[in-house]
């Protein structure tokens, strides 16, 4: 029988949505499965490279 696949760390997620609904969305989706993904949302691009330099390092962007 073969064994389910593990993810051995948490990954890190950004997601960037200009739609604050949509955004809202995806967040909360990701949100319940926490021991799975951390995430942050940004409203543009713009927002996520004024932090990304100081920031975690997402292994993940979904720009929407």
């Known amino acids: 029988p073969s064994k389910p696949c593990t993810i051995a760390a948490m990954a890190v997620i950004w997601l960037i949505e200009d739609n604050v609904a949509f955004r809202n969305a995806v967040q909360l989706a990701l949100k319940l499965q926490p021991d799975r993904y951390t995430s942050r949302a940004f409203e543009s691009c713009e927002d996520a490279?004024?932090?990304?330099?100081?920031?975690?390092?997402?292994?993940?962007?979904?720009?929407?």
């Open 49 to 64: 490279l004024t932090v990304i330099k100081d920031a975690e390092k997402p292994d993940i962007i979904l720009e929407m």
